[in-house]
Structures are given as C-alpha cells and as structure tokens.
C-alpha cells in the first residue's frame, strides 16, 4: 500500500474512530458504504481486548440454514474468527453472551443485509463487555432503524483532488499523474464517477500502458451513459485480462470467494492455467486480495460483475453454467459441451428434474459441480440413474441431498479436492479401496442411514472431516490411523457409533468433536497437539494415558446425557449416558486450558477462567480457591449455600449464571417486578433478576433471552464497597464485571448481572440517571 494511500485509511479509519468514542454505548454504531477499508480500522484497536471483521455477511443469507441454524452458524463464525479457534462449535445461542460478556470488544459486521444477520450477533449491547463497540455497514439503512440503530456514518463520494490521487496510485503509484498523463487521468477520473472502487480497478488495468491505450480505455468508459454505473465501470477493469486470468477471474467469482488461497490452488492443479501468476495479475488489478490469514477476498460488486458476465457468454462457449433453466435443459437432454468446467444449480426452486444417465458425457472437462439449495423449501432431485456416470476429473463435488445408497460405480474420485454430500439417503461411498491422493474436504454431515465408512488409507491429503448425523454409522475403520495431515474431525450426534481405532494420535489433530456419541465408553489415545476437544461424558470410563500430555489443549467440553439442544430431541430421543458427576483429576495438570464445558470436584487449572455445567443435577461443590470468573450453572439445583456465597461475593470481574428462585439476602435493595429505584450516589453495583419463562418449553433459556420470552418477577441490586478503607472500589477492581443467577424451579430463572459505576455500556437498557437511579 502506497504511503499517502496508507495515510488516506488512517484518516478514515481515526475519523470512524472518533465517531466511535462520541456514541453513547446504549447504541450500536451503523456504519454506511466504508466496506472493505473498516479492516483498518482495526489496526487503532489495541484500546480493546478482542476485535474482529465478519465479512461476507450478504452471503450468509441465503445459506440454507432455518432461522435457528442461521443464528447458530453466524455466532459460532464470530467466535470461531474472534477467538481465533477454527474448530470451535457451539451448541445453543447463549454461547456469544457468556463468551463476550466481560470482554471490551470491537467487531465490525459487514455488509448487513438481514435483521437476522443482526439479531443473532449484536441483538443487545449487554451480550459485550463496558466499552465495546459494534460497527455495521449495510446498503439498507432500514435495517439500522429496524434495529434502533441512531448513530450513522455515511461516507461521501471523495472529491475531484481526491478521486485523481486514488487513480494515480493505482496506474502510477504515485499519487500525481505522470506528465504527459494529466490530462488522460482527469478524463478517466471524471469518465468513473469518482467511485473510489471504480478508480482502483481501471486504475490497475492501466498501470503500464501507453498514451493510446488509455484512449482506448477513455473510448469504453465514455460509452457508458451512467458513470456512476459501478458494474458497467468495473467491466472495463476485467476485460483487459487474458484468457486464462479471465478465467479464473470468473471462477472464483461463482467458487471460490473467501476460500484459503492454498486450497484454490489445489482445485486448479491438474489445469493449464499458471493459477499462482494468475492470483498474482488479479491482485495486482486489484479484482481480488488475499488477506493476511490466505483468504481470497473478492468485492461483493466485482462478483457481482463476474457472475453478470458469465450469464453472458454465448451458449456454445459458456465455461460456467449457473441458470437454472439451462442447467435443467442440459441434465435432462445431456446437451452440455466441452467447454463447461463447471456447474452451480441453486434447487431451491425447481419443480422437477430428471437427470439422464448420459447428462455428463459430453463435458468431460467439467471440474466443478456444485448443488445445493440457497433457502428452504423447493423440491430434492429425487431420481439419479444408478448407472450415471460423473466426467473423470471432478475437483469438486458439492451434491446437497443425493437421493441414492452409494455413488455409482463407475464414479472414480481420483481427483477430488472437496466432497462435500450434506443430508443425503447415502449408505456408503463406493466399494473397495480408491485413488484418493488428492482430497482435502470430506463432509458427510446429516448422512442419516450412512453405515460405512470406506477406506480411506489412501486419502494421505485430507485436513477435515465431518461425520456430524451419521446416526447408522457403528465403526471408524482402522485406515483412520494413515491420515496424517486430518486436522479437524468432528463426530456430533453418531449415536450408534461404538468402535474407533485405539490411538487417534495424529500429530496434526488439533480440533475433535464427539459429542452425543453415547455409545463410546472409551477415549482413544489423542495427539498432545490437541487444542480443542469435545466429548460425551460415557467417554470418561476409560480415559488414555496420553491425557496428561494435552499441553496445548485450550477448550475442553464434556457433555452430558442430558445436554442436548433442544432442537435435536425429536429426533434423538436414545441418549444412554450418565449425568456428569465428576472429571477426574488429571483436567489440573492441563496448564493450557482456558474453557472447561463439565465439572470438577477437584482441583481446577490455575489457568482456568470460564466453567459450564449445563446438565449436572448432582453438583453440590466446586473448588472455592479456584480462579475462575465465568460460571454458567443452569440446571445445579444442589449447589450448596457456601458454593453460592463465594459466587456471590468473589470480587474483581467475573459473571454467573446459578440456579435460584429469589434475590439472595447480599443484595441490599430489592423489588417485587421489573423496577427498582436505589439512590444516586451509588457508584459501583451488581444487578440481580429472577425470570419465569412465559410458555412451558421454551427452547432456550439464558443470558440472552429477549423479554418476549421470559417476565421478570423479582430484581436486585448489590452495592459493591471497598473492604480496605470503606471507598468505593478501584476502576481495576470492578471494572466491567457481570454476574449472573437462575432458579430453583424448573419453570423461573433468576439471573445476576453486575454493573460498574451504572456505566450504560453494561445494561443500558435498565440503568439511567436521575434524581435516583431506577433500573427497570
């Protein structure tokens, strides 16, 4: 990045800053048309302890999830990306509150284009530490007022001087024209509207090129009617490519946006095109960049325009199909051609379709095969021909609820980067051992009748694997022990699974999830480089000797049989294990761990600062000298009184969540409702309610409930003093704390929540200042 352009970020993103700082904390800060430059902003973020950018926000709305499973999946990507733990998944929606709820944070969510998007990351300010700040970019200012959010940025055009330098420094990178150019450059300049996106992508395509180019390029430009057209703008940017940058251009525009760059490279490998130079002229002509993770990034509008372009191509040259009625036409009648390489059929809309045995046969230079649905609803391709055969050299195949037991048997998947056949009435794969060299991705999650697993010996490349649903499935094969690049297995609900291999112990496994598999009474030997691991607790009956050695592990959870989304429970109705009463002693020599999703009645790790028990009814005690800051108790109906006292009174800054049916006597000032008045010069409290869900099963109870879901009957308020010298506590003593209780009783929850200073970032919504405080 050129200095003064570096200069120009800065600018903006202190300016964003600044608008930051003067928001009152009771609102989230909307942010209007900055995209893709609110990444730096992050670089003035050392003020908070945790940051992180969620782009592709726009996409996620069609992701095919239901309501639930959308929100599940956005806050387990915000804490995944936050947290910086790849593997991480969540199991209900109070997950993003306890994680968050004592830390200062700055997220910015880009390009919002759903309330949902919003309701199920940033729905109440009290999800996020005092001092945190939420910024959002969205095209639809309706959302932000939907949302009641008051305090907008909009980002004007730049001017004239402004619009000329960002041209420069992409086509000279300088930022004045070079002397025989002025001219050129303010023509170009004026001929793109000054949309700063615009600027930069003909800027690049021009980089380099003499006087009579740019006249070739002002002649393009000034044909377009609307110079603030921005995609007939960008059209001029891309058009310049060659061929084969082109290409993949257009590829990655259907594909391959936001996917690792490493990854790309290997669904490329077996082409012609030089794909590393290729990625190399796109970021260079700034149609992509690669973030500092190895993501390919490419602007939503610049999609927009490579997908626009595809629909474009004449019939017989088109490399890319994504119509649906041309898709149809060419399974149905196998009217394809040898220039498709590849296949994006959205099904969620479609009638019918019958795909001939032949539909294939004559594209045999199709690499990429994606069908899914973007929504529900819509009608599944029910019939494939058993006898169909897929082209030979398929990179990727993404095949949403593929309607038959196997894949047919002249499918050879010797090629394959990423199988990927969600939800599908599979029972195998393929008989016998195939050539598997090459693939990476293996997602078989929802494979409800899938029974065997083949083998996979040769599979010496694969890095991730889900076997999430696989309900019918009773053994992992012994070839399991040949991958040794597998970094992330994730095993969620096989509730029939019940013999693994002996030793997991790949040094590259860093993420294993087996929970709901009750039918396992062993844990198998797991590599020391393990950093998160989630288990059944029937798990625990016999545990590795290699459990001691887990230095690196940093999130351990155990779960119950009880603890089960409640989403899941019409289906999985066979839960065989234990309530969790106990973990042994070797969770204190785990000196890296940070999250323990369990219990134990023993000594906890000194690192340890979060603990959940969500299912254990039997808990009485937890070790008192530990230095935790974060319970989330649910469901401990016998916590002893002295367990509850030390929760209540522990100081510095902490949050809980305990069963309970009134205000506990440490809370001076209470009040029968949801209002309570204390007097003004109370500086520092903690803030207690007691909630009674209004319907019987309510599906989720916990710190993030939303007042249509629950009354409050009872609140308090605990003044939190100084025990030294009768003051009032230090900033560092009390500074952002949270605490938080529920009942007794199954059918009310009592939470505690603590406040410092009635500062309105914790609880804006029920302190406010007047003659007296009144919290509501």
Same mark, same amino acid.
């Given at each position: 990045?050129?200095?003064?352009?570096?200069?120009?970020?800065?600018?903006?993103?202190?300016?964003?800053?600044?608008?930051?700082?003067?928001?009152?904390?009771?609102?989230?800060?909307?942010?209007?048309?900055?995209?893709?430059?609110?990444?730096?902003?992050? @670089? *003035?973020?050392?003020?908070?302890?945790?940051?992180?950018?969620?782009?592709?926000?726009?996409?996620?709305?069609?992701?095919?999830?239901?309501?639930?499973?959308?929100?599940?999946?956005?806050?387990? %990507?915000?804490?995944?990306?936050?947290?910086?733990?790849?593997?991480?998944?969540?199991?209900?929606?109070?997950?993003?509150?306890?994680?968050?709820?004592?830390?200062?944070?700055?997220?910015?969510?880009?390009?919002?284009?759903?309330?949902?998007?919003?309701?199920?990351?940033?729905?109440?300010?009290?999800?996020?530490?005092?001092?945190?700040?939420?910024?959002?970019?969205?095209?639809?200012?309706?959302?932000?007022?939907?949302?009641?959010?008051?305090?907008?940025?909009?980002?004007?055009?730049?001017?004239?001087?402004?619009?000329?330098? @960002?041209?420069?420094? !992409?086509? *000279?990178? %300088?930022? !004045?024209?070079?002397?025989?150019?002025?001219?050129?450059?303010?023509?170009?300049?004026?001929?793109?509207?000054?949309?700063?996106?615009?600027?930069?992508?003909?800027?690049?395509?021009?980089?380099?090129?003499?006087?009579?180019?740019?006249?070739?390029?002002?002649?393009?430009?000034?044909?377009?009617?609307?110079?603030?057209?921005?995609?007939?703008?960008?059209?001029?940017?891309?058009?310049?490519?060659?061929?084969?940058?082109?290409?993949?251009?257009?590829?990655?525009?259907?594909?391959?946006?936001?996917?690792?760059?490493?990854?790309?490279?290997?669904?490329?490998?077996?082409?012609?095109?030089?794909?590393?130079?290729?990625?190399?002229?796109?970021?260079?002509?700034?149609?992509?960049?690669?973030?500092?993770?190895?993501?390919?990034?490419?602007?939503?509008?610049? %999609?927009?325009?490579?997908?626009?372009?595809?629909?474009?191509?004449?019939?017989?040259?088109?490399?890319?199909?994504?119509?649906?009625?041309?898709?149809?036409?060419?399974?149905?009648?196998?009217?394809?051609?040898?220039?498709?390489?590849?296949?994006?059929?959205?099904?969620?809309?479609?009638?019918?379709?019958?795909?001939?045995?032949?539909?294939?046969?004559?594209?045999?230079?199709?690499?990429?095969?994606?069908? !899914?649905?973007?929504?529900?609803?819509?009608?599944?391709?029910?019939?494939?021909?058993?006898? @169909?055969?897929?082209?030979?050299?398929?990179?990727?195949?993404?095949?949403?609820?593929?309607?038959?037991?196997?894949?047919?048997?002249?499918?050879?998947?010797?090629?394959?980067?990423?199988?990927?056949?969600?939800?599908?009435?599979?029972?195998?794969?393929?008989?016998?051992?195939?050539?598997?060299?090459?693939?990476?991705?293996?997602?078989?999650?929802?494979?409800?009748?899938?029974?065997?697993?083949?083998?996979?010996?040769?599979?010496?490349?694969?890095?991730?694997?889900?076997?999430?649903?696989?309900?019918?499935?009773?053994?992992?094969?012994?070839?399991?022990?040949?991958?040794?690049?597998?970094?992330?297995?994730?095993?969620?609900?096989?509730?029939?699974?019940?013999?693994?291999?002996?030793?997991?112990?790949?040094?590259?496994?860093?993420?294993?999830?087996?929970?709901?598999?009750?039918?396992?009474?062993?844990?198998?030997?797991?590599?020391?480089?393990?950093?998160?691991?989630?288990?059944?607790?029937?798990?625990?009956?016999?545990?590795?000797?290699?459990?001691?050695?887990?230095?690196?592990?940093?999130?351990?959870? #155990?779960?119950?049989?009880?603890?089960?989304?409640?989403?899941?429970?019409?289906?999985?109705?066979?839960?065989?294990?234990?309530?969790?009463?106990?973990?042994?002693?070797?969770?204190?020599?785990?000196?890296?761990?940070?999250?323990?999703?369990?219990?134990?009645?023993?000594?906890?790790?000194?690192?340890?600062?979060?603990?959940?028990?969500?299912?254990?009814?039997?808990?009485?005690?937890?070790?008192?000298?530990?230095?935790?800051?974060?319970?989330?108790?649910?469901?401990?109906?016998?916590?002893?009184?002295?367990?509850?006292?030390?929760?209540?009174?522990?100081?510095?800054?902490?949050?809980?969540?305990?069963?309970?049916?009134?205000?506990?006597?440490?809370?001076?000032?209470?009040?029968?409702?949801?209002?309570?008045?204390?007097?003004?010069?109370?500086?520092?409290?903690?803030?207690?309610?007691?909630?009674?869900?209004?319907?019987?099963? @309510?599906?989720?109870?916990?710190?993030?409930?939303?007042?249509?879901?629950?009354?409050?009957?009872?609140?308090?308020?605990?003044?939190?003093?100084?025990?030294?010298?009768?003051? #009032?506590?230090?900033?560092?003593?009390?500074?952002?704390?949270?605490?938080?209780?529920?009942?007794?009783?199954?059918?009310?929850?009592?939470?505690?929540?603590?406040?410092?200073?009635?500062?309105?970032?914790?609880?804006?919504?029920?302190?406010?200042?007047?003659?007296?405080?009144?919290?509501?």
């Amino acid at each position: 990045m050129m200095e003064n352009e570096a200069r120009m970020i800065e600018k903006i993103s202190k300016d964003v800053l600044d608008k930051l700082n003067a928001t009152p904390s009771r609102d989230f800060c909307g942010m209007v048309g900055i995209e893709i430059h609110l990444m730096k902003v992050l @670089i *003035f973020s050392s003020r908070f302890q945790l940051s992180c950018f969620v782009n592709n926000l726009r996409g996620s709305h069609h992701s095919g999830f239901d309501e639930h499973g959308l929100k599940l999946h956005l806050q387990n %990507q915000l804490l995944s990306q936050m947290l910086n733990q790849n593997d991480m998944r969540i199991s209900h929606l109070g997950a993003l509150k306890e994680r968050l709820c004592d830390h200062r944070v700055l997220i910015i969510l880009d390009d919002v284009n759903s309330i949902k998007q919003l309701e199920a990351l940033a729905n109440e300010t009290t999800w996020f530490g005092p001092g945190s700040r939420i910024v959002v970019t969205t095209e639809n200012n309706e959302l932000m007022q939907q949302h009641g959010i008051n305090y907008t940025y909009h980002v004007v055009f730049p001017s004239d001087e402004q619009a000329l330098k @960002i041209l420069c420094r !992409y086509a *000279f990178r %300088q930022s !004045y024209p070079h002397i025989c150019f002025k001219e050129l450059a303010l023509r170009v300049t004026k001929l793109c509207g000054n949309l700063p996106l615009g600027l930069r992508v003909v800027g690049s395509s021009l980089r380099g090129k003499n006087e009579e180019e740019w006249e070739e390029v002002i002649l393009k430009l000034d044909t377009i009617l609307d110079h603030q057209d921005i995609e007939e703008v960008l059209k001029v940017g891309y058009e310049s490519l060659h061929e084969n940058e082109l290409s993949l251009f257009l590829h990655i525009a259907v594909f391959f946006n936001y996917n690792d760059v490493d990854f790309v490279k290997s669904m490329f490998a077996d082409n012609n095109l030089d794909i590393k130079h290729g990625l190399k002229i796109l970021v260079s002509r700034s149609l992509i960049h690669v973030s500092t993770d190895g993501e390919i990034v490419m602007h939503k509008l610049l %999609q927009q325009v490579g997908r626009k372009a595809v629909r474009r191509e004449e019939p017989w040259k088109c490399r890319i199909l994504i119509e649906t009625p041309d898709i149809c036409d060419v399974l149905e009648r196998a009217k394809g051609s040898r220039a498709v390489s590849g296949i994006l059929f959205d099904i969620s809309d479609i009638d019918e379709v019958s795909i001939s045995s032949r539909a294939f046969k004559r594209m045999p230079n199709l690499r990429f095969l994606k069908i !899914y649905k973007s929504k529900e609803g819509g009608n599944d391709i029910e019939n494939i021909p058993e006898d @169909i055969e897929f082209p030979p050299r398929l990179r990727l195949l993404h095949w949403e609820a593929y309607p038959n037991k196997c894949l047919p048997p002249t499918f050879h998947p010797e090629y394959l980067v990423q199988l990927n056949l969600r939800d599908n009435e599979l029972e195998k794969l393929w008989e016998g051992t195939q050539r598997l060299q090459n693939l990476q991705k293996l997602d078989l999650f929802g494979s409800l009748n899938f029974k065997e697993l083949p083998d996979l010996s040769n599979a010496s490349n694969l890095d991730s694997l889900d076997l999430s649903g696989c309900e019918s499935l009773v053994e992992i094969p012994s070839s399991f022990r040949n991958l040794h690049k597998l970094k992330q297995l994730t095993m969620l609900l096989c509730i029939k699974l019940q013999v693994v291999p002996d030793h997991f112990n790949l040094a590259s496994l860093t993420s294993v999830v087996m929970v709901g598999c009750w039918k396992l009474r062993k844990l198998p030997g797991i590599s020391r480089n393990i950093t998160s691991l989630s288990i059944a607790d029937t798990m625990l009956e016999e545990l590795p000797e290699s459990v001691r050695l887990w230095s690196r592990l940093e999130t351990l959870s #155990i779960y119950g049989s009880l603890n089960i989304s409640p989403i899941w429970l019409d289906r999985w109705q066979e839960r065989k294990g234990a309530d969790i009463v106990t973990i042994p002693d070797w969770i204190k020599d785990l000196h890296g761990l940070t999250w323990l999703h369990g219990l134990s009645k023993t000594c906890l790790p000194s690192s340890l600062r979060k603990l959940t028990v969500e299912t254990c009814l039997s808990l009485v005690y937890f070790p008192f000298d530990s230095q935790v800051t974060d319970f989330f108790f649910p469901h401990c109906f016998k916590l002893c009184p002295e367990a509850r006292s030390v929760i209540i009174q522990k100081q510095g800054r902490m949050s809980a969540y305990l069963p309970g049916g009134e205000i506990p006597w440490e809370f001076e000032y209470q009040a029968t409702g949801n209002a309570l008045t204390i007097p003004f010069d109370i500086y520092r409290f903690r803030i207690c309610v007691v909630i009674s869900p209004k319907r019987e099963h @309510i599906e989720d109870v916990n710190l993030v409930t939303t007042s249509q879901d629950v009354d409050i009957t009872e609140c308090g308020v605990q003044v939190l003093r100084e025990e030294t010298d009768g003051s #009032i506590g230090s900033q560092e003593s009390y500074d952002d704390e949270c605490l938080s209780d529920v009942s007794n009783e199954p059918s009310s929850q009592q939470v505690y929540d603590n406040l410092s200073g009635g500062n309105s970032d914790s609880c804006s919504e029920q302190v406010s200042e007047d003659e007296d405080k009144s919290l509501s």
